[in-house]
C-alpha cells in the first residue's frame, strides 16, 4: 500500500474509524427549512462517504433556533422533528463503512440580523464582528446555562438518531470561540475572566453531554488555537492550555485550527496559502495530549498527508474543500490514482457562495466539480454516447469539461485547440504570484483527456470543413473570449498600450517601467501584482469608486494586502480619456499620469465568430463557457458538464 499511514484504523474514543481522512465541517446549505437533511444533502454526504472517507462531519448544525441560526438553509438539532431525518443521513453514510459526527454550533455576535428575524445578535460580550458589523448583546449569566443545555440536548437528539458522535464548534470566531477568546470576552462573571473561567462554558457541556449521552459516546472539539490577532486575541501557547483543559474534561478527539471572521484567510484560505501552511499548530497540541488530534492546514496532496502523519505532526487528515472538488478523493489515493484527483484550487467559490447567496438557500458551489450539489439528479453517467462523435472547438474548461462527460457516457469526443496545450485561460491565470494551484485544473483535465482516450488536436484552429469530415453527432464551440479594447479612446492602438494576455503569455516583458494597469477587477489587481513583482512602478485606475468590484472579498484582501506592500497608487474614481506620449488623460481628481506603458484590463467579451459558421453546416450546435456568457471557472465548468449530459 502506497500510503499505509494514511489507510489505519484509528480509535476515537470508543469508536473506530477506518482510515485517517476526516472531511471537516464546512456549511452546504442543503437542509429543509425545518433544519432536517434533505434528499440533496444526504446524496451530497453519502457520496463522500462512498468515496471513502472515514470520518465525516456535517455542515455547521444550530442547536438554538433563537438566536443560534448561521444559514437560512442550515441542518439542526434543536428540536426532535429532525431525527428521523439524521437517522436516514447516518444510515446513508454508515452503508459505506463510513462515521458520521454533527457539529454542534451557535454563530454567535457571527449572525447578520437578517437570520434570526431582526434580532441583536447575541455574544459572550458586546464586541462588534467588524465583518458582520453590527453590534451584539451579552448573554446573561442564566442566558449562558441556556445556551449550554442547548448544545447538550443537540448532542442527546443526535445520539438518539443514530449519529456516531459530535463536534462542539469552538472555533473560527463562533459563540464558544467568543467565550474562550480574550478579544471577545470581557465578562466578569463565572464565564469571564482567567483561562479556566473563558472555557467553563465547554467544559460544561462537556459535562452535560457525558451526563445524557454516557461516557463512551465520541466528543471532538474543533478549536481556534490562534486567533492571528496578536497580543489582542487568543494565541497559540494560552490555546494549548486550552486544548490541555478540554482533553482533561473528557473528550476524546481535538480538531485543530485557526483564525476568526476578522481573520479570515486563516480560516479558509484563498489561492496564496502553500499546503501545509498551518501545521506546526497541530504538531503543537499533539505534543502536549495523549487523544487524537487532527489537522487542517490546505492539505491537498495524498503523499503530503502521508507525511503528516508518518512525522507525527497529527492523527487524522481534516479536509473540507478537496472533498468538495473530488468526492473520490479518499479512493483514489487508496488506488493509487493521485495524478486522477481533481484538486481543490482555493478558488473560494464555495465560500463565495455561502457567504452572498445562502440566505438564498443556494447550495454550495465548487469551481471544479460541477456535479457538487447535484449528486442525486446525476447519480452516474448514462452509457448511451454508442461511439458517436462530437467536436469540441476550444481546449478550455468548458470545452474539457464537456469531453470528459461525454466520453464517460461512451460518446468520441474530439477536442481541437488552436495552442500548444489544453487549459485555455487557465493557463493564463495560473501566472500571476501565487496562483500556481490553476494550473492543477488544466493538469487534471490533461489527465482525463488520456485517460479517457479524447482524441486531441492541439495547434489546430478547426474549420468546417475539418469538422465534416468526421460527420460528428454534435459540435461544441467553446472558444473562449477575448480582451475588450475599446477604439473610442485616443492612443489605444499606440506600441506601448498592452492586453492582460500579452502580461501573461510573455509577449512583452516589462521592467523598471511605469506602468497603469487600467480597470481594477481581480484580473486587473492580480496582473498588476504580477507587474509589480517585476520590478515596476504600478499604479491601478478605476472608473468605478470601489475598487475590485467584482471580487469577492477574501481574494480582494489577499492581493491587495500584497499590492499595498508594493506600494502599488490606486485611483478610484477615474475613467481613461487618451493615450499620450507621457503617458494617460483621466477624468478624476487626477488628470494626467506619467507612465511608459499601459495594460488594458477592462474585461473580456465572447469569441463565438465560428458559431455562425458551424450553426449552418451542423444541425446540432452548441455554445458552452465564455464563447457562451462570460463568466468564470464555475460558469465554465458547469456549461460544460450540464451540456455534457444533455446532448
Known sequence: MKYPQLFSPLKIGSMEVKNRVVMTAMGCSMANIDGSPSEQMISYYEERARGGVGLITTEITRVNDDTGVGESAQLSVSHNEVIPGLTKLADAIHKHDSKVFVQLHHPGRQTPRALINNKQAVSASDVTCQIIGEEPRALTTEEVYGIINDFVDGAW???????????????????????????????????????????????????????????????????????????????????????????????????????????????????????????????????????????????????????????????????????????????????????????????????????????????????????????????????????????????????LEAARVLANRRFKPVVFEANAALGGQLLQGSKPPKKEKLHWLADYYTTQMDKLGVEVHLNTKATVEDVKALDPYAVIVATGSTPIVPATIPGVDRDNVYTVPDILEEKVTLKDKKVAVIGSGMTGIEVSELIAEAGNEVSVVEMQETLTPDGYWQNVVDVMGRLQEYNANFLPSHTLKAITDEGIELDGETTSLDCDAVVLALGVRSENAQFDQFAEAFDRVYKAGDANQVGRIYTATTEGFVLGNKI
Open 157 to 399: 437528539r443526535a445520539k438518539y438518531a443514530g449519529i456516531d458522535g459530535v463536534e462542539l464548534h469552538a472555533a473560527h470566531g463562533y459563540l464558544l470561540n467568543q467565550f474562550i477568546s480574550p478579544h471577545t470576552n470581557k465578562r466578569t462573571d463565572e464565564f469571564g475572566g482567567s483561562t479556566e473561567a473563558r472555557c467553563k462554558i465547554i467544559l460544561d457541556i462537556i459535562k452535560g453531554i457525558r451526563r445524557v449521552c454516557g461516557s463512551d459516546y465520541p466528543i471532538a472539539v474543533r478549536i481556534t488555537v490562534d486567533e492571528f490577532l496578536g497580543e489582542a486575541g487568543l494565541e497559540l501557547p494560552e490555546g494549548i492550555e486550552l486544548c490541555k483543559m478540554i482533553e482533561a474534561a473528557g473528550v476524546d478527539m481535538l480538531n485543530i485550527t485557526s483564525g476568526i471572521y476578522e481573520t479570515m484567510n486563516t480560516v479558509v484560505e484563498p489561492i496564496s496559502y502553500s499546503e501545509g501552511w498551518r501545521t506546526h499548530l497541530a504538531k503543537a497540541v499533539k505534543d502536549v495530549v495523549s487523544i487524537p488530534v487532527c489537522g487542517n492546514a490546505v492539505i491537498r496532496h495524498p503523499e503530503f498527508a502521508e507525511k503528516l502523519l508518518v512525522d507525527g505532526n497529527q492523527d487524522l487528515i481534516g479536509m473540507g474543500r478537496p472533498h468538495l472538488a473530488d468526492p473520490e478523493w479518499t479512493n483514489k489515493a487508496f488506488n493509487n490514482q493521485d495524478d486522477e484527483i481533481n484538486q481543490c484550487i482555493s478558488c473560494l467559490r464555495c465560500f463565495e457562495t455561502v457567504f452572498t447567496v445562502s440566505a438564498f438557500c443556494v447550495p454550495i458551489q465548487c469551481s471544479v466539480n460541477p456535479r457538487l450539489g447535484r449528486e442525486a439528479r446525476y447519480p452516474y453517467p448514462k452509457k448511451d454516447g454508442n461511439g458517436r462523435k462530437v467536436v469540441i472547438i476550444g481546449g478550455g474548461p468548458a470545452g
